[in-house]
Each structure stands twice: as C-alpha cells, then as structure tokens.
C-alpha cells in the first residue's frame, strides 16, 4: 500500500515541514474565506468577483513598491485601503443597482464584476507574470531542526487569528456590528427600522476587501509571480471552504480553509501519486459537505449569521 | 509551450515596435512568375493568436532569402501566405499555396497543430513542406512529405538526461506538469534516457503539478527526503520559477533542468536569484556562433533589423529556408517529388544552429545548447552533439 510506505519513508522532520506548509496555505484560505462568508451572511449573495480583488490588491502592494518606491508597510496599509475601497465600488456599481432585483441578478452581476476586473487587469498590466517584491524581513527562510520555514509562515495563522478575534468583534459588540447583524437576519425589517442598509452594505464590502487585501499580501509574498487570473484557483477554493465551514459563519470559514489548506498538502504528502489531482480535493470535499451536511460544518450550531 | 512562446514573441515584437521597423516589409514580386524563377511557400501565422512567432519566423525566411536568392541560375521567390492561426484557414492556404501558386516546395509553420492541418494537403499534393518550429513529434511522424528544422519535444528530455549524467549526476527526480503535453513528453524521455545511462530505479521519484498551481512545498518536501543529485522539472516559465524558488526556500541546493520555455525575461524576473545556476536546452544560441552561415545570419540580422538581435525562431525559420534551398540545388529539378527526396537526403548541411541532418522521421539531429542562468542573464554553458548521445 502506497500510504504505508509513504508514512514509513516520512521523517518527523518531513511531517513536521508538510504540516507547516499545509497550515500557511490553509490560513491564507481562511482570510480569504472570510471575505465569501461575510458577505453572503448580509446579502445571501455570493460574491464572485473576491478572488479578483485579491488579485488587484496584489497588484496594488506590487505597485506601491516597485513603482512608487513606497516603504512596503506604508504600501500595505495602502493596498488595505485601496482594496476596501475597491470593493465599496464594486458593490455600488454592480451589485447597489440589482438590491431589489432576483438574487440570480445580482449573482450574474458578480460574475461579469469578476471578468471586468480580470480583463482589466490583463489589459492595465498585460498578462505576463510579475515578481511580488521580496520583503527580506518576511521572505527570510529560518531553519528550525531541519524544517525550513518562511518568516511569514509564523505571521500569516498569526494575523489570520488577529483579523477573525478584530472581526468577531466588531460584528458582535459594536453597534454597527449590531446593524450588519439585523440586515443579515431580515434587510427589509432592518430597513424599515430605520437602518441604513446600504452604508452596513457597504461597511461588509469595505471589511471583507480589506481582509482579502491582507491575504493578498500574504499570498503574494509567499507565492511571488502574480498574473491577471491568480485569483481564480483561490477563489474558488476559498469559496469551497466558506461552503464547508458553513457559509455565513465566519468561524466556519476559518476552519473550512484550514480543512482545505492542510488538506492538500497532505494528500500530495501521503498520496505522492495524486498529486496532480490536488485541486481536485477541494471539489470532492465540497461534493461530500454537500451530501451529508448541506448547511456545513458549523452551519448549524451557530444561529448568528454574517 | 505555444502560448508562453508566443508570450515571450509579442515582447520581443513590441519591442521591435518601439525600436522602430524599418523599412523591407515589401512582398516579393508578384510580376515575376516566368521561367526563370522557382516558387518557394512561405506558410505562417501572421495574423491571430500565434502572429508574433510568425512574424519573427517570417523575417528569418526573408533574411535568408535576401542570402541565398538563386538556385541554379533561377531567382527563388517568395509565396507569403497567411495561415491566420487557425487549423482550417491553415489547410486552404496550403491548398492553395500548391493548386494556385503552384510552389515547389513550402517552408513553415509556427505552431504543430497548424502543420498537422496542412499534413494530409501536402502528402496528397506530394508538395514537400518543411516545418519551422512545429515541435510536436505527430507532424513528421508518417508523413513523408513533411520535414522540420526544429527538434521534437522529446529530443530535449534526452539532451538534458546525457548532460546530468555527464556531469555526473546518478540520482534525478523529476516534476512534471502533468496537464502539459510538452512537459510531460520530455520527462518520459528524460526518464528512459536517464535510467538507460544511470540504471534502472535512477530516478527515483517523479511528482506532478497542474498548469497555474501556485504552491510545490508538499511534493517538494517529499523530494527532498528522496535526495536527488539532480531535478528535471520542464514546465511553463511562471509555475517552474515559483517551483525553484521554493525548491531552494526548503532547502533543496540540487540543480534543477528544464526545458526551452524557461529561456524567457520572466522566468528569471519570477525565479529572481533563486534560479541562478539552472540549466536548460535550447536550440539557438547567439553568444556563440555554431557555424560560418550562422555568423552571417546573425550579422545580416542586425544590420537588417537596426542593431535587433536574433532569438531562436528567427533562425530555426532561417535553416527552415536553407534545408529547401539546398534540396533545390540538389534536385536540380522543380519536380517536387525530387525535391522532397533531396530534403528526406539532408545531410550535415551547414545551419545557423550546427550541422543538420535528418532523420528518417524527417526530424534533425543537430546540437543542442544548455544554457543557464548567470547574474540575472541567460548564458551559454555548453554545447551536446548528437554524436555525445550515441556515445552512451
């Protein structure tokens, strides 16, 4: 048996190594993730078009550095700005016009919002690969017993657990949070209780694009060649995981893209022969949650949704 | 492989944009078509999606025609035909190129897909063609009308095996793009090369990615369990660059050898220091002239082109050319039977990249030249001839 020898060939070193790359890859979901989930608990629509803005955030932070010269935490905060900025006009130019048309609109909407910017940016930046800067400080290898790992492999679960605890609890302490809550549960009801619907609209479009900017920044600094279709693959994917974890939940996100993220990894680990078959993972997971658990992992449990 | 080389083309051909072209973009005479002229086709794709290989392609032709204008006291002119990029626009034009313009025998195309469309048309015409940078082995192979200039995708999975094993490597793994026929190819090639030269069970691991794939560390974690001497790891430019960035991220310092796709700017803008010291295949090198005729090309290009330099498919197009030319001048005939029998003869004949000689298939056998990666520059590292591959 094939998995047999794989565990008996497996040094603690080599286990140890895929479990780290499968935890960086599953965090970077997550973030992503988070995006999806937040913004179908509102609206109940899926929103397409975020692995695109991933994709322009990564644009954005490539800019800021080697065009505009920008110290790169300086470009950071930038691209999180630029990129919630982004997703506020998305939401007013494709999505704000269809709020009272069929959801099946607004889903179509998404879709064309996702090839507009893909086109754009192939067209903006042409579609030849381009180098995400190196940061030393985050793009360092540190060996620790002879597993190599990334700097920013210790930030991205790290920052990815600040952003999910920041996030938690603006939607459950905070009076906007309060609002995004009621628009999530009944937007009609939370409209004629004189909540402005389209400014918490608008507040979890700005919030789910900053999160996908950070992930940006992450995934670019870990996996360095940015293309106009590098959000596609995540995309999708991270849309699986928010699926998975339950969609609307935002900790199930978190776990789906962890499933995802170290999942992958460890089939190519144990499964050497599968290995072209990883993105394949995703979408048998998602057949199965479909199957046996429609609402998701923790799609049940928790009644809050946004 | 197509898409990245025609990637990498339109940079190079908006670079000539910039540049400025000159002038020379003049058809050849249409008035001439007496007695005292032979018809050679020029069957491109200089318009769609592949027009940028096709452009370049088109000016190695004319250079070379420029070079070598008669045969045997009779002016060559040129038949320009567009192919369009499309499969069945491809096989009219070469209907065409043979039932109306009635040429002796046709040079080109860029693209296999486009070859093996013309395929049937020139075997059932009995009108030989020679193919310029059609690298799929299905364009020759049972088809005795159709040659090639350029080598077949598998050659270089040999190329690279002799060179590992020359160097001494006894221990390879490979990393195939298992969605990619091209990648594919030539690690199967690498393979029973390798395993020939170094013992069965020589390579001893072979892992497999998807086309646009972003993240290798799992199957390169178990690569590096297994220790390999070397890795052949042929693939689109973008996805070998990040492979070798990690690959030296976990740590892996053993070389890593690709293919030609990688020998574009962005392979090394992407791989940035980390792809320093990799080897590849390539068939033309212009640091180093391989013979006479290709220090004539190469000058005869610069002049022609304001200072440009010349990449690959301008010169493969160019020996394209030469090969006709010579079976012309053999023949000493315009029976197109003949001449296709005088190419089938090709025999060390005098190329921009080596001495070309074809085989039965219709395939050359020439030198191949590893390349590698040196301060953020390609750079010429080696030269391995056909006779390096016999000699195992």
Redesign the interface.
């Given at each position: 048996m094939e998995i047999f020898q794989a565990i008996a060939n497996m040094t603690a070193a080599g286990f140890a190594q895929h479990l780290v790359n499968g935890i960086s890859l599953g965090s970077l979901y997550a973030l992503i993730a988070i995006g999806y989930t937040m913004v179908y608990g509102i609206l109940l629509m899926i929103n397409f078009a975020h692995g695109d803005i991933v994709m322009m955030a990564c644009y954005f932070a490539f800019f800021g550095i080697t065009a505009f010269h920008i110290p790169w935490y300086l470009t950071f905060v930038g691209t999180i700005i630029a990129t919630a900025l982004l997703g506020v006009i998305i939401e007013r130019t494709a999505y704000r016009p269809l709020r009272d048309a069929p959801k099946n609109s607004v889903l179509i909407s998404a879709i064309g919002a996702s090839f507009l910017l893909e086109n754009l940016a192939n067209y903006l930046f042409s579609g030849r690969p381009m180098h995400f800067p190196d940061i030393p400080f985050l793009s360092s290898m540190i060996p620790i017993g002879g597993v190599q790992i990334q700097a920013i492999c210790f930030f991205i679960p790290v920052v990815t657990v600040i952003c999910l605890v920041l996030l938690l609890h603006i939607v459950n302490h905070t009076k906007t949070g309060m609002a995004m809550r009621a628009v999530s549960k009944d937007y009609e009801i939370a409209r004629v209780m004189g909540i402005n619907i389209d400014n918490v609209i608008s507040i979890t479009f700005a919030l789910g694009s900053a999160l996908a900017a950070v992930g940006a920044i992450m995934w670019g600094i870990r996996y360095p060649g940015i293309t106009p279709y590098l959000g596609v693959m995540p995309g999708l994917k991270c849309f699986i995981a928010a699926v998975v974890g339950g969609i609307g939940n935002i900790k199930g996100a978190v776990l789906g893209g962890f499933i995802l993220g170290l999942g992958e990894i460890l089939i190519v680990a144990f499964f050497p022969a599968f290995s072209g078959y990883r993105d394949a993972f995703a979408f048998i997971v998602l057949i199965l949650i479909l199957f046996y658990k429609p609402t998701g992992l923790l799609g049940e449990t928790t009644t809050e949704k946004v | 492989m197509k898409k990245f080389v025609s990637?990498m083309l339109a940079?190079a051909v908006s670079a000539a944009l910039i540049a400025g072209c000159g002038g020379g973009d003049k058809k050849a005479d249409k008035g001439s078509g007496g007695g005292n002229t032979v018809k050679v086709g020029v069957f491109l794709p200089l318009t769609g999606d592949n027009a940028a290989g096709g452009e370049l392609e088109l000016r190695g032709i004319k250079l070379a025609n420029k070079l070598h204008p008669e045969v045997n006291g009779k002016k060559i002119e040129l038949v320009v035909a567009d192919n369009k990029s499309d499969k069945a626009e491809a096989a009219n034009v070469a209907a065409r190129l043979i039932e109306k313009d009635k040429v002796k025998v046709i040079v080109g195309t860029y693209g296999s897909s486009l070859a093996m469309a013309a395929g049937n048309i020139v075997r059932d015409a009995k009108v030989p063609a020679i193919g310029t940078s059609c690298t799929n082995p299905q364009v020759t192979k049972g088809n005795d009308y159709y040659f090639r200039a350029c080598f077949i995708d598998p050659f270089q999975g040999t190329v690279m095996a002799n060179y590992a094993y020359k160097k001494g490597a006894r221990k390879a793994a490979i990393v195939q793009e298992?969605?990619n026929d091209y990648s594919v190819g030539l690690s199967k090639f690498f393979k029973e090369a390798f395993e020939k030269l170094a013992g069965a069970g020589s390579v001893v691991?072979t892992?497999?990615?998807?086309t646009?794939?972003?993240?290798f560390?799992?199957?390169l974690?178990?690569l590096?369990?297994k220790n390999p001497d070397v890795v052949f790891a042929p693939g689109n430019?973008?996805e070998s660059?990040?492979l070798i960035?990690q690959a030296r991220?976990?740590?892996i310092k053993a070389p890593f050898l690709g293919g030609d796709t990688w020998e574009t700017q962005?392979f090394i803008?992407?791989g940035?220091k980390e792809v320093e010291g990799i080897c590849f295949s390539s068939a033309f090198d212009r640091e180093k002239a391989a013979t006479p005729e290709a220090k004539k090309f190469m000058e005869a290009y610069v002049k022609e082109y304001n200072g440009q330099q010349p990449g690959g498919l301008t010169a493969m197009a160019y020996d394209a050319y030469l090969i006709a030319y010579n079976a012309l001048k053999v023949a000493g005939t315009e029976d197109s039977v003949k001449i296709r029998d005088a190419i089938a003869k090709t025999k060390d004949l005098e190329t921009t990249t080596g001495m070309t000689t074809l085989n039965k298939d219709g395939d050359p056998i020439k030198n191949a030249v590893i390349k590698t990666v040196k301060d953020g520059k390609f750079t010429y590292l080696d030269t391995v001839t056909p006779d390096d591959l016999k000699a195992k």
């Open positions: - | 990637a940079m298992v969605s691991e892992a497999n990615y998807q646009g794939d972003k993240d560390t799992a199957q974690t178990n590096k369990a430019f973008t660059a990040l960035k991220q976990l740590g962005e803008n992407v940035g």
